[in-house]
């Protein structure tokens, strides 16, 4: 049996070097003076895609891997991360907590209370954790230690900001593809596994290796402060609110222990005195994991409303309608990496098993927190060409590989600028398609992504208006896919009238509804995102129930739809003349597109030949007169079109 030793080999950021003992820690190979020592297993050389700069090393029994590094104090003086610590040297301990510096070197000092004991670790710098992190995470016998082996091995020697959220990334990537780093320097990411696209060659993969190596300071799980914004809670009142805390969960508080001490050691809350006071709330999440939040709900009661706008989707979906390529980038705990103003902090005050704690950084919940955030990425990207963002959903796209380059480097060199850290386990780089706002973007399409999809067609029925609501809130926000939506879902919809009960009553029409929906979205629908330099078509029909209209554009010598749009016809509308149903349509199709259509021409085809003549005649009927004077700011040209053709908006209401 081989020996998990004997295919190690360690190298440099400058490639490769001779093979050594991992246990050697005073090997100038080992750990070399310029850089993050590059470490590869036999296992891991054999793994395809490109991972992140983990140092592999087997476990020592003692941990004295940052001994050959002089330069330590410098190193932890240096690093921003650790300032906080540094800021409460001398100071008295929080929730056991305090540091102190000994020979030189910052030590993190934790007495815990149930064995009256003192625990002493050293403080790491960003620049050394990954060394430390291989030797906890090799095991002679295992090869691989698992979550809370490795966690465990860190904190019994050493110590930095959320050392949880680095051993979950190196744990979890064993479990997928760690990727060859023989003879090649380490990626930038210091965890996670940044994603390269298999179909990149490989000149374009080393333009990606080398950028994310000159970027490497800001691709962290610790997130960064910026400089460009602060947050300001603004109140409507000056009195003092003060929310009685919740029981915790008694499996909860250790949890929340940890989480504070944590979010103590990132420096984003620290100890508070102030009168206000909210509740946590401990929310289970998908995966059985458990996360903090703070009941901020009377407190957004009484915040001042911010009227910065939030991008519409629409707009943003607009500007990649040629794009071929895409790299999609998530800031790592975006809000924060916002500072909170100082005299804002008190307003964020919460109740812990260590004290009151209040925020220092932007914390989630706040009613305002998003459009502060929204302000930031518009002040940081502005209108940057082939970059867009969506709160901290950052998107780079192109249609050359050059021009991809260089605005993924423009990205990056922004959020230097500003002080912001990128998450680098969700930096995907160089793809084909991309998942942004719900849909899959490829090539100048539009799908909805699968997950969504999937959990459309696992809808039941609903025996609530709550449950209704839900399930068409779901359902409503692809409504642009389906030609005939509001017909469809309109026996839905009617449980939702004003003055029906509470416990509704479904239907064999509601299951009809319900059956098509799900039909519909079994087979993904496909739409085109419209280019706003070429011409539009607009085609609109009527029923006895609905109207409906599509907006197409040609791709290739076949029109291919941009957007559906339908509604019911009300009442006194199902008794209009057929000329005035068909009108009715028209007026609404340019009404919902009137964006892609004002200031523009376009080709309006209809199947009822009379409403040619609805521009250049002189309507008797005043209903229609209105409509005529209504569309004159509209320029375009009506073509009447056989029935049969118009198959895109005659699918209208006929399930009604």
Known sequence: MDSPIADVKLGNINGLSSESSPFDSNSSDVFPNSSIACVVTRAQASKTSIGNDLPIANNSTHFNVLDPFSDLPVRQREDPSLKPWFQRVGLPPVAGVSFRIENDILKRLHTRSKFSSVQTTVA??????????????????SGHSGFRKTLSAVRDYFSWPEPT???SAISEEDGGEIGSLVATPPLASENGAVVIDQSLSAS??????ELLLEFRDILTSVPGCTNT??????????DVIRVK????????????????????????????????????????????SMRLCIDFRKLNA??????????????LFNQLSHATIFSSCDLCKAYWQVPLHPDSSKYTAFQTPLGLMQWVRMPFGLVTAPTTFCRLMRLVIGQTPNLLSYFDDTLVFATSWQQHIAALRTLLTLLRRHGLH????????????????GHMVSSGTLVPVQKKMDKILQLSVSVKKKEVRSLLGLVNYYRHFIADFASISAPLSDLLRKGTPEKVQWTPRCDQSLVEIKRLFSSPPILIIPDIQETFIVRSDTSDFGVGAVLLQDRDGTLMPCRYASRKLLPRECKYSAIEREALALVFAVTQFQRYLIFKH??????????AYLRTGSPKNARLMRWALALQEFSFQVVHIPGSENVHADVLSRLC
Do not use: M, W
């Open 302 to 315: 009484i915040t001042v409303f911010d009227a910065e706008n939030i991008p519409r989707q629409e707009d």
């Open 245 to 288: 805390p919740y029981p915790l969960p008694f499996a909860a508080q250790d949890f929340v222990t940890q989480e504070v001490n944590d979010l103590l050691s990132l420096g984003v809350i620290e100890p508070s005195d102030s009168p206000y006071c909210f509740p946590i709330v401990v929310v289970k999440k998908k995966d059985g």
């Open 422 to 437: 990128a998450n680098p386990s969700k930096l995907s780089i160089g793809s084909s398609s991309v998942e942004f706002l």
């Open 165 to 167: 959220a680095y051993v």
């Open 229 to 238: 914004i602060c947050h300001e809670i603004r109140l409507t009142t000056d």
């Open 602 to 611: 376009f080709v309006l085809q209809t199947d009822h030949k009379p409403l």
């Open 204 to 209: 374009q993969v080393q333009d990606v290796k």
């Open 124 to 141: 790491v710098p960003k620049s050394l954790r990954q060394i430390v992190l291989s030797y906890a995470h090799e095991s002679d016998l």
